[in-house]
Protein backbone atom coordinates (compact mmCIF):
# COMPACT_ATOMS: atom_id res chain seq x y z
CA UNK A 1 0.00 0.00 0.00
CA UNK A 2 2.99 2.37 0.88
CA UNK A 3 4.53 2.19 -2.51
CA UNK A 4 1.83 2.49 -4.43
CA UNK A 5 1.42 6.05 -2.72
CA UNK A 6 4.40 6.70 -3.64
CA UNK A 7 4.22 5.99 -7.26
CA UNK A 8 1.11 7.99 -7.01
CA UNK A 9 2.99 10.99 -5.64
CA UNK A 10 5.46 10.52 -8.14
CA UNK A 11 3.17 10.65 -10.97
CA UNK A 12 1.36 14.17 -9.60
CA UNK A 13 5.10 15.80 -9.31
CA UNK A 14 5.36 14.46 -12.90
CA UNK A 15 2.64 16.17 -13.78
CA UNK A 16 3.14 19.45 -12.02
CA UNK A 17 6.52 19.46 -13.58
CA UNK A 18 5.25 18.83 -17.31
CA UNK A 19 2.48 21.56 -16.50
CA UNK A 20 5.03 24.25 -15.31
CA UNK A 21 7.26 23.68 -18.76
CA UNK A 22 4.26 23.77 -20.89
CA UNK A 23 3.08 27.40 -19.07
CA UNK A 24 6.73 28.42 -19.78
CA UNK A 25 7.10 27.57 -23.38
CA UNK A 26 3.08 28.50 -24.00
CA UNK A 27 4.78 32.05 -22.14
CA UNK A 28 7.84 32.43 -24.24
CA UNK A 29 5.69 32.34 -27.49
CA UNK A 30 3.29 34.99 -26.54
CA UNK A 31 6.20 37.39 -25.81
CA UNK A 32 7.63 36.53 -28.88
CA UNK A 33 4.12 37.50 -30.16
CA UNK A 34 4.32 40.46 -28.34
CA UNK A 35 8.12 41.33 -29.34
CA UNK A 36 6.80 41.15 -33.08
CA UNK A 37 4.16 43.22 -32.41
CA UNK A 38 6.61 46.01 -30.78
CA UNK A 39 8.57 45.61 -34.10
CA UNK A 40 6.03 46.02 -36.53
CA UNK A 41 6.50 42.73 -37.75
CA UNK A 42 2.16 42.41 -37.50
CA UNK A 43 2.22 39.01 -39.56
CA UNK A 44 4.87 37.03 -37.27
CA UNK A 45 3.23 38.54 -34.36
CA UNK A 46 -0.62 36.90 -35.22
CA UNK A 47 1.79 33.93 -36.31
CA UNK A 48 3.08 33.81 -32.95
CA UNK A 49 -0.40 34.70 -31.07
CA UNK A 50 -2.10 32.19 -32.31
CA UNK A 51 0.41 29.41 -31.41
CA UNK A 52 -0.30 30.30 -28.01
CA UNK A 53 -3.51 30.16 -28.51
CA UNK A 54 -3.50 26.72 -29.41
CA UNK A 55 -0.93 25.91 -26.58
CA UNK A 56 -3.19 27.94 -24.04
CA UNK A 57 -6.19 25.63 -24.75
CA UNK A 58 -4.30 22.77 -23.74
CA UNK A 59 -4.50 23.64 -19.97
CA UNK A 60 -7.59 24.68 -19.44
CA UNK A 61 -7.29 24.78 -15.80
CA UNK A 62 -4.00 27.16 -15.72
CA UNK A 63 -5.35 30.45 -14.85
CA UNK A 64 -2.05 32.19 -16.42
CA UNK A 65 -2.98 29.84 -19.92
CA UNK A 66 -6.78 31.31 -19.62
CA UNK A 67 -5.47 34.71 -19.11
CA UNK A 68 -2.70 34.52 -22.36
CA UNK A 69 -6.43 33.12 -24.44
CA UNK A 70 -8.45 35.99 -23.22
CA UNK A 71 -5.60 38.58 -24.64
CA UNK A 72 -4.75 35.66 -28.10
CA UNK A 73 -8.55 36.34 -28.27
CA UNK A 74 -8.48 39.84 -28.13
CA UNK A 75 -4.98 40.63 -30.14
CA UNK A 76 -5.11 38.83 -33.05
CA UNK A 77 -8.13 40.52 -34.95
CA UNK A 78 -7.16 43.61 -33.88
CA UNK A 79 -3.01 43.32 -35.22
CA UNK A 80 -5.56 41.73 -38.60
CA UNK A 81 -7.25 45.12 -39.03
CA UNK A 82 -4.09 46.82 -38.33
CA UNK A 83 -2.44 44.85 -40.83
CA UNK A 84 -4.96 46.19 -43.63
CA UNK A 85 -4.88 49.27 -42.39
CA UNK A 86 -1.18 49.58 -43.68
CA UNK A 87 -2.34 48.54 -47.09
CA UNK A 88 -4.84 51.52 -46.78
CA UNK A 89 -2.29 54.16 -45.89
CA UNK A 90 0.10 52.66 -48.83
CA UNK A 91 -3.01 52.86 -51.38
CA UNK A 92 -2.86 49.76 -52.15
CA UNK A 93 -6.08 49.24 -52.33
CA UNK A 94 -6.78 45.47 -53.55
CA UNK A 95 -4.64 44.32 -50.49
CA UNK A 96 -6.79 46.22 -48.45
CA UNK A 97 -10.04 45.15 -49.57
CA UNK A 98 -8.46 41.60 -49.22
CA UNK A 99 -7.03 41.96 -46.02
CA UNK A 100 -10.36 43.67 -44.74
CA UNK A 101 -12.17 41.10 -45.82
CA UNK A 102 -9.96 38.49 -44.24
CA UNK A 103 -10.10 40.89 -40.81
CA UNK A 104 -13.93 40.39 -41.05
CA UNK A 105 -13.86 36.51 -41.05
CA UNK A 106 -11.46 36.80 -38.03
CA UNK A 107 -13.50 38.97 -36.18
CA UNK A 108 -15.87 37.45 -36.37
CA UNK A 109 -14.38 34.13 -35.61
CA UNK A 110 -13.14 35.25 -32.29
CA UNK A 111 -16.60 36.81 -31.52
CA UNK A 112 -15.02 40.68 -31.71
CA UNK A 113 -17.94 42.05 -34.00
CA UNK A 114 -16.90 45.68 -33.38
CA UNK A 115 -14.04 44.98 -35.10
CA UNK A 116 -15.96 42.70 -37.91
CA UNK A 117 -18.06 46.33 -37.79
CA UNK A 118 -15.58 47.98 -38.67
CA UNK A 119 -13.34 46.56 -40.93
CA UNK A 120 -16.90 46.35 -43.83
CA UNK A 121 -17.40 49.90 -43.04
CA UNK A 122 -13.81 50.96 -44.18
CA UNK A 123 -14.35 48.91 -47.22
CA UNK A 124 -16.65 50.73 -49.49
CA UNK A 125 -14.53 53.86 -48.07
CA UNK A 126 -11.54 52.20 -49.52
CA UNK A 127 -12.98 51.50 -53.17
CA UNK A 128 -14.14 54.91 -53.05
CA UNK A 129 -10.61 55.97 -52.89
CA UNK A 130 -9.28 53.35 -55.49
CA UNK A 131 -11.36 55.15 -57.49
CA UNK A 132 -10.72 58.26 -57.23
CA UNK A 133 -7.06 57.77 -57.76
CA UNK A 134 -8.43 55.92 -60.98
CA UNK A 135 -10.52 58.56 -61.94
CA UNK A 136 -7.65 61.17 -61.56
CA UNK A 137 -5.48 58.56 -63.76
CA UNK A 138 -8.02 59.14 -65.87
CA UNK A 139 -8.62 55.76 -66.67
CA UNK A 140 -12.32 55.80 -66.66
CA UNK A 141 -12.80 52.26 -67.21
CA UNK A 142 -11.13 50.60 -64.10
CA UNK A 143 -12.65 53.54 -62.24
CA UNK A 144 -15.80 52.92 -62.78
CA UNK A 145 -15.58 49.44 -61.64
CA UNK A 146 -14.55 50.51 -58.56
CA UNK A 147 -17.42 52.71 -58.20
CA UNK A 148 -19.81 50.01 -58.84
CA UNK A 149 -18.41 48.08 -55.91
CA UNK A 150 -18.79 51.05 -53.91
CA UNK A 151 -22.48 50.92 -54.92
CA UNK A 152 -22.63 47.45 -54.00
CA UNK A 153 -21.67 47.81 -50.71
CA UNK A 154 -23.60 50.73 -50.10
CA UNK A 155 -26.37 50.98 -52.65
CA UNK A 156 -27.38 54.80 -50.93
CA UNK A 157 -24.40 56.35 -51.73
CA UNK A 158 -25.16 59.10 -53.70
CA UNK A 159 -21.51 60.33 -54.09
CA UNK A 160 -19.99 56.89 -55.39
CA UNK A 161 -23.29 57.33 -58.26
CA UNK A 162 -21.75 60.78 -58.77
CA UNK A 163 -18.49 59.52 -59.31
CA UNK A 164 -19.60 56.53 -61.25
CA UNK A 165 -22.01 58.93 -63.81
CA UNK A 166 -18.59 60.93 -64.23
CA UNK A 167 -16.25 57.87 -65.18
CA UNK A 168 -18.86 55.80 -67.54
CA UNK A 169 -19.75 59.38 -69.28
CA UNK A 170 -15.87 59.50 -69.80
CA UNK A 171 -16.00 56.42 -70.71
CA UNK A 172 -18.20 56.74 -73.33
CA UNK A 173 -21.01 54.69 -71.62
CA UNK A 174 -23.67 57.71 -71.89
CA UNK A 175 -26.62 55.37 -71.17
CA UNK A 176 -25.30 54.39 -68.02
CA UNK A 177 -23.89 57.64 -67.18
CA UNK A 178 -27.38 58.95 -67.21
CA UNK A 179 -28.64 56.17 -65.50
CA UNK A 180 -25.89 56.99 -62.66
CA UNK A 181 -26.53 60.64 -62.14
CA UNK A 182 -30.00 59.77 -61.61
CA UNK A 183 -29.48 57.86 -58.96
CA UNK A 184 -27.07 59.82 -57.34
CA UNK A 185 -30.13 62.28 -57.15
CA UNK A 186 -32.28 59.65 -55.89
CA UNK A 187 -29.57 59.32 -52.90
CA UNK A 188 -28.90 62.81 -51.26
CA UNK A 189 -26.77 64.12 -54.67
CA UNK A 190 -29.53 66.28 -56.25
CA UNK A 191 -27.90 69.31 -56.88
CA UNK A 192 -24.61 68.17 -58.24
CA UNK A 193 -26.03 65.19 -60.26
CA UNK A 194 -28.43 67.78 -62.24
CA UNK A 195 -26.03 69.84 -63.09
CA UNK A 196 -24.26 66.94 -64.28
CA UNK A 197 -27.10 66.31 -66.03
CA UNK A 198 -27.16 69.22 -67.41
CA UNK A 199 -24.07 69.75 -68.91
CA UNK A 200 -24.38 66.23 -70.12
CA UNK A 201 -27.48 66.87 -72.57
CA UNK A 202 -26.26 70.58 -73.11
CA UNK A 203 -22.97 68.77 -74.91
CA UNK A 204 -25.36 66.44 -76.52
CA UNK A 205 -27.28 69.52 -78.05
CA UNK A 206 -24.15 71.34 -78.89
CA UNK A 207 -22.85 67.87 -81.02
CA UNK A 208 -26.54 67.40 -82.62
CA UNK A 209 -26.40 70.77 -83.92
CA UNK A 210 -22.87 70.30 -85.46
CA UNK A 211 -24.14 67.03 -86.78
CA UNK A 212 -27.18 69.00 -88.47
CA UNK A 213 -29.77 67.85 -86.55
CA UNK A 214 -31.83 70.73 -85.09
CA UNK A 215 -34.53 68.54 -84.44
CA UNK A 216 -32.91 66.59 -81.31
CA UNK A 217 -30.72 69.52 -80.56
CA UNK A 218 -33.62 71.66 -79.48
CA UNK A 219 -34.68 68.59 -77.54
CA UNK A 220 -31.24 67.67 -75.80
CA UNK A 221 -31.42 71.56 -75.16
CA UNK A 222 -34.69 71.35 -73.38
CA UNK A 223 -33.84 68.85 -71.70
CA UNK A 224 -30.25 69.77 -70.35
CA UNK A 225 -32.55 72.82 -69.60
CA UNK A 226 -35.01 70.51 -67.16
CA UNK A 227 -32.09 69.79 -64.78
CA UNK A 228 -30.44 73.14 -65.10
CA UNK A 229 -31.59 76.43 -66.73
CA UNK A 230 -28.94 77.71 -68.92
CA UNK A 231 -28.30 80.21 -71.33
CA UNK A 232 -25.96 78.11 -73.52
CA UNK A 233 -29.35 75.30 -74.09
CA UNK A 234 -31.42 78.36 -74.81
CA UNK A 235 -28.89 79.36 -77.49
CA UNK A 236 -28.51 75.96 -79.32
CA UNK A 237 -32.39 75.70 -78.83
CA UNK A 238 -32.72 79.50 -80.61
CA UNK A 239 -30.09 78.49 -83.32
CA UNK A 240 -31.86 74.90 -83.97
CA UNK A 241 -35.15 76.70 -84.06
CA UNK A 242 -33.96 78.67 -86.73
CA UNK A 243 -32.59 76.18 -88.93
CA UNK A 244 -35.65 74.38 -88.67
CA UNK A 245 -37.33 77.78 -89.80
CA UNK A 246 -39.05 77.74 -86.45
CA UNK A 247 -38.60 81.27 -85.53
CA UNK A 248 -41.29 81.67 -83.51
CA UNK A 249 -39.71 79.19 -81.46
CA UNK A 250 -36.01 81.04 -82.16
CA UNK A 251 -37.66 84.22 -81.19
CA UNK A 252 -38.17 82.94 -77.57
CA UNK A 253 -34.85 80.65 -77.07
CA UNK A 254 -32.91 83.38 -77.94
CA UNK A 255 -35.03 86.17 -75.66
CA UNK A 256 -34.40 83.51 -72.62
CA UNK A 257 -30.69 83.53 -73.69
CA UNK A 258 -30.51 87.24 -73.28
CA UNK A 259 -32.21 87.60 -69.93
CA UNK A 260 -30.03 85.19 -68.74
CA UNK A 261 -26.87 86.83 -70.02
CA UNK A 262 -27.40 90.23 -71.24
CA UNK A 263 -23.99 90.73 -71.26
CA UNK A 264 -22.33 88.05 -72.50
CA UNK A 265 -19.72 88.24 -75.42
CA UNK A 266 -22.45 87.36 -78.24
CA UNK A 267 -25.08 89.28 -76.66
CA UNK A 268 -24.93 92.00 -79.06
CA UNK A 269 -25.08 89.10 -82.39
CA UNK A 270 -27.99 87.24 -80.55
CA UNK A 271 -29.79 91.12 -80.48
CA UNK A 272 -29.27 91.66 -84.09
CA UNK A 273 -30.25 87.84 -84.91
CA UNK A 274 -33.62 88.39 -83.26
CA UNK A 275 -33.88 91.84 -85.17
CA UNK A 276 -33.54 90.32 -88.44
CA UNK A 277 -36.00 87.46 -87.83
CA UNK A 278 -38.62 90.04 -86.61
CA UNK A 279 -37.99 92.60 -89.95
CA UNK A 280 -37.86 89.78 -92.01
CA UNK A 281 -41.97 89.08 -90.97
CA UNK A 282 -42.39 92.54 -91.69
CA UNK A 283 -42.80 93.57 -87.54
CA UNK A 284 -40.09 96.65 -87.96
CA UNK A 285 -41.44 97.94 -84.62
CA UNK A 286 -39.93 94.97 -82.83
CA UNK A 287 -37.16 94.52 -85.42
CA UNK A 288 -35.54 98.22 -84.30
CA UNK A 289 -36.17 97.57 -80.65
CA UNK A 290 -33.74 94.42 -81.07
CA UNK A 291 -31.44 96.48 -83.39
CA UNK A 292 -31.25 98.88 -80.62
CA UNK A 293 -29.85 96.33 -78.21
CA UNK A 294 -26.81 95.54 -81.03
CA UNK A 295 -25.90 98.98 -81.68
CA UNK A 296 -22.98 98.40 -79.18
CA UNK A 297 -21.72 95.20 -80.55
CA UNK A 298 -18.40 95.22 -82.44
CA UNK A 299 -18.70 92.98 -84.98
CA UNK A 300 -22.58 93.81 -85.91
CA UNK A 301 -23.38 97.66 -84.20
CA UNK A 302 -22.65 99.50 -87.58
CA UNK A 303 -24.90 97.08 -89.20
CA UNK A 304 -27.48 98.04 -86.76
CA UNK A 305 -26.95 101.26 -86.57
CA UNK A 306 -28.27 101.08 -90.65
CA UNK A 307 -30.90 99.29 -90.58
CA UNK A 308 -32.25 101.58 -88.27
CA UNK A 309 -31.86 104.00 -89.84
CA UNK A 310 -33.56 102.97 -92.57
CA UNK A 311 -36.52 101.09 -90.65
CA UNK A 312 -39.40 103.14 -90.49
Known amino acids: MKKLMLTVFAAIIAAAMVSAQDVKVLTETYNNGATALSLGQKSEAISFFQQALELAKAL ?3 AQAKDIEEKCNEHIPIV ?20 LQKTIETAKAFKDETTATEAKDLIPQVLMQKGNALLQAKDF ?11 AETPANGLAYLRLGSALNAAGDKEGAVD ?11 KAANKQ ?6 K ?20 SNEYLENAKAYQIAGQASQIQGKNADAIQYFDKYLE ?12 FTVGAIYQKQGNNAKAKEYY ?9 GVQAQELLKNLK
Open 80 to 99: QFSIAKDFVNAADYDNAVAE
Open 292 to 300: QKAVGDPKF
Open 260 to 271: LAPTAGNAGQIA
Open 204 to 223: EAAAELKAKKPADAVANALK
Open 60 to 62: PDN
Open 141 to 151: GSAAEAYKAVV
Open 197 to 202: LSTFYL
Open 180 to 190: AFLKAVENGQE
